[in-house]
């Protein structure tokens, strides 16, 4: 049995994960092997007719669940006032979901994806023209934040104020393009948003841990461990601050 501490990894089946609220298992049933998730009181069964493999646990990008409603994620927090021509890093939360991978043969296949969170979403913009986001409301620190990494990841957020006035900021919203996450004991992501005025910034996702020695996770993107290719950003361009 694998401990609390050590779940997102990679794993030879058959093994078996078990806490209060997550039973993640593989075990053989001749002469294939029976997969088996049970999570919220919801349970999932597969079975897997090939010969014994690997099981990846990882960390995956909050967007899929209960079904591809978005591909936006948003970030809400407390009001930061970011001085002209200035950059700052602050650090804020983000909900996360849960992959589980199978690889064989060198190739890695999505097999389920569940989460220890009802998922929220919002509407960034006007309902013309705005987008429907994932939505998350944080607290902002200076220094990483414990959080549980079953439910929360943390992301190394740099504002960058390219006007020159005093700027608020007090959401983020980020595409699913290239979102990567990383993982040790805790899930990461770094971002910047670059703030051309009241109005109109710009946000992208990194390539790089904020910490060194955490692991880059699968990407549900692609399904396998795909070499980072720069996003172009996502341009906000419905305001930065609540009531613009």
């Known amino acids: 049995m694998l401990n609390a501490g050590s779940v997102f990894g990679v794993y030879p089946y058959p093994f078996r994960y078990e806490s209060g609220e997550i039973l993640v298992a593989v075990e053989q049933s001749d ?9 919220r009181g919801a349970r999932v ?4 007719a090939s010969p014994p493999g690997t099981i990846l646990i990882h960390p995956v990008e909050p967007l899929t669940l209960p079904k591809q409603v978005t591909r936006f994620l948003e970030i809400r927090f407390p009001p930061v006032v970011v001085e002209p021509l ?17 690889e064989g043969k060198g190739d890695i296949e999505k097999m389920d994806v569940f ?12 309902s013309d023209r705005g987008v ?3 939505y998350h409301e944080s607290g902002i620190t200076g220094q990483i934040p414990t959080t549980d990494p079953f439910r929360e990841g943390v992301m190394r957020l740099a504002l960058k104020n390219a006007s020159r006035n005093w700027i608020e900021v007090s959401r983020a919203v980020f595409e699913n393009t290239n979102m990567v996450l990383f993982h040790d004991e805790m899930v990461g992501m770094t971002a910047r948003m670059e703030i051309f005025s ?3 910034a710009e946000t992208k996702i990194g390539d790089r841990p904020f910490r060194e020695g955490m692991k880059r996770s ?12 720069e996003q172009k950003g996502f341009l906000m361009e419905h305001g930065a601050a609540d009531g613009i």
């Not at 002469?31 to 999570?39: D, E, G, I, S």
């Open 45 to 48: 069964e597969k079975v897997i």
């Open 86 to 102: 200035a950059e700052k890093t602050l650090y804020v939360t983000f909900p996360l979901d849960i992959g589980v991978f199978i």
């Open 132 to 134: 429907i986001t994932r």
């Open 198 to 200: 009241g109005l109109v």
């Open 218 to 229: 699968v990407g549900l993107s692609s399904g396998r461990k795909a070499t980072f290719v």
């Open 115 to 126: 989460s220890l969170r009802e998922p929220q979403y919002s509407l960034y913009g006007p």
């Open 31 to 39: 002469p294939f092997y029976t997969y088996t998730r049970v999570c």
